[in-house]
RNA sequence: GGCGACGUAGCCAAGUGGUUAAGGCAGGGGUCUGCAAAACCCCGACCGUCGGUUCAAGUCCGACCGUCGCCUCCA
């Protein structure tokens, strides 16, 4: 079997065919840093990094951009939201920019997502788009009135093309105000003259002003990219207006496709709706790691497939904290036993198993990233797998063998971290003095003196320390 | 109003034409264990409603009900 994708813009699963045979280039666009991320960027940004391991386990190359957003865009209030963020914070705007980057790159390291290849900044790339610009204004498919310059949507046909939408399907002016000096309600800005109270501004041809809406990722991703290249991604809010925006301007201005996959992916909600400040439910990552570990939001993240939508709720959460924890059990304990196995062959049994749960798992991958499906495979290895571990021992490499898989997909693909290997070896003396009362407490038990013994183990657990009792010896291991 | 998505057991969630509808959590009953924890075994849904297509439909078509998103910055 192959790579299959969901494709946006044909509304079907296709088989992916990279332009270049063995590489894959890739852009999904990134935040506006001007606040902390939310649960929302979570999401999406795990579902795109998930993607992006499980096609570099496939052996693509892949070029992964993301950008971010930095320049400010105008509310429709005619706020900027970076200017309003940097009122809000007594900041300069790019040290407020640079602030919360800095955030944004620490919640996704917290969510193990990997780091794009390359992360432009849109302040970085105003003269391309001023270039980028000044191309559609050559072609006559823009025009400038005011100092400011607008893209000529009537003159595109094909606009609305990933939306599914025409032109004059549009209800024009009913919630917005339309800007008199549009020749057309959906011709939509690439260049706006700076306000003289407007702190973000660049010198152009038409005066000093800053960047449209859109122009940014046509730009950035095409410079690092080419034209076309292989993959877009982004929330599916953003396909209309913005990603339809982004495909007009880079094919109107030079007649090439500009991505062939678009790949969309689904919101979080809470608790049934959409997560927005005005409703009061705005739950900013760094908020979320203090109740829940950012592997279990990870792993929940990825037990929903990532077209549909995710209702954060915390009867959820905790099922998928529970869930988290019998596969890392399994993790754990073949750690645990390959550190003191017996030589052997490898069993038949334990590699037909991982096997099979490898093939099945590359399969569910295969068919637009069904992780869900592919997370199901693997707690039916891990019920098999701990009923052989609970009726014989078995040698070093099998261990290793099915060890290894987890690494490979659990950790690799999925991003999920391995458990915390026993603190052996660390600065302070935590393992040396648990094994000594673990030693004791057995000494104990062998004397039937339960209530010390018991003691001893309850004492630990109120240090976070959990005891158990198994056929081969006494195990150990941190809850946090 | 226009465009689009979704509605599967108490909760979460795969399955998109064909043997007994994955998996996780919670719950119930067992096994193991001094107890606990972990683990294993057993128990649950006819798939929003109503029609239609088909030898055969959660799975395709239509209507209706409900939820959500986009149409306005938003991951």
Redesign the pocket.
């Known amino acids: 079997m192959a790579l299959t994708i969901y494709n946006s813009l044909t509304?079907q699963k296709e088989l992916f065919t990279p332009i270049h045979p063995g590489r894959v280039t890739m852009y999904v666009?990134?935040?506006?840093v001007y606040n902390d991320s939310?649960?929302?960027?979570g999401?999406?940004y795990v579902n795109f990094d998930t993607m992006v391991r499980y096609m570099r386990y496939l052996g693509y190359q892949v070029l992964y951009v993301q950008n971010i957003?930095d320049v400010g865009?105008?509310?429709?209030t005619g706020e900027d939201?970076m200017l309003k963020g940097s009122q809000r914070e007594h900041m300069q705007p790019m040290q407020l920019a640079e602030l919360y980057t800095r955030h944004y790159l620490r919640d996704m390291d917290r969510l193990n997502v990997s780091r794009p290849d390359i992360q432009p900044h849109a302040s970085g790339h105003i003269p391309e788009m001023i270039t980028w610009i000044q191309k559609l204004l050559d072609a006559g498919i823009a025009y400038e009135v005011n100092g400011s310059v607008y893209f000529s949507v009537p003159q595109y046909k094909p606009y609305g093309k990933l939306?599914?939408?025409r032109i004059s399907?549009?209800?024009?002016g009913?919630?917005?105000d339309v800007l008199e000096e549009k020749r057309d309600p959906a011709d939509?800005a690439l260049w706006k003259k700076a306000s003289p109270e407007h702190i973000l501004r660049w010198p152009s041809p038409w005066g000093e002003g800053f960047p449209g809406?859109h122009i940014e990722c046509t730009v950035m991703s095409i410079k690092y990219l080419g034209q076309p290249f292989d993959i877009h991604g982004?929330?599916?809010?953003?396909?209309?207006?913005?990603h339809e925006c982004e495909i007009a301007q880079a094919e109107a201005a030079t007649g090439i496709p500009f991505a062939n996959y678009w790949i969309h992916?689904?919101?979080?909600?809470i608790r049934?709706?959409?997560?927005?400040k005005s409703l009061g439910n705005y739950v900013t990552l760094a908020q979320a790691f203090e109740h829940w570990d950012p592997m279990v939001i990870r792993f929940f993240i990825l037990?929903?497939?990532y077209?549909?939508?995710?209702?954060f709720?915390e009867?959820?959460i905790?099922?998928?904290t529970?869930?988290l924890?019998?596969l890392t059990?399994?993790w754990q304990?073949l750690n645990r036993r390959a550190s003191n196995a017996a030589e052997g062959e490898l069993s038949s049994q334990v590699k037909g198993l991982v096997d099979h749960t490898s093939r099945s798992v590359n399969e569910?991958m295969d068919?637009?990233f069904?992780t869900?499906?592919a997370?199901?495979a693997l707690?039916?290895m891990?019920?098999?797998m701990?009923?052989i571990?609970?009726g014989e021992s078995l040698s070093r490499a099998s261990l290793v063998y099915a060890r290894d898989f987890l690494v490979r997909f659990v950790g690799d693909v999925l991003g999920i971290t391995p458990p915390q290997e026993t603190k052996q070896g660390d600065s302070d003396n935590t393992a040396g003095l648990v094994e000594l009362l673990i030693e004791s407490r057995n000494k104990l038990?062998q004397a039937k003196q339960?209530?010390l013994?018991?003691n001893i183990?309850d004492g630990l657990l109120a240090l976070g320390i959990?005891?158990?009792?198994?056929?081969d010896g006494t195990s150990w291991k941190c809850l946090h």
């Open positions: 509304r666009c990134g935040p506006t939310h649960l929302g960027h999401k999406t957003t865009h105008m509310l429709d939201r939306a599914g939408r399907e549009a209800q024009s009913t919630r917005i939509f809406w982004g929330g599916v809010e953003n396909k209309f207006p913005h992916n689904g919101m979080l909600m049934g709706e959409e997560m927005h037990l929903s497939h077209r549909g939508p995710i209702d709720t009867e959820a905790e099922a998928a529970k869930g924890q019998r059990n399994l304990e569910s068919d637009d069904n869900p499906e997370i199901a707690f039916d891990t019920r098999e701990n009923g571990l609970a038990r339960w209530a013994a018991d183990r959990e005891l158990r009792d198994g056929s």
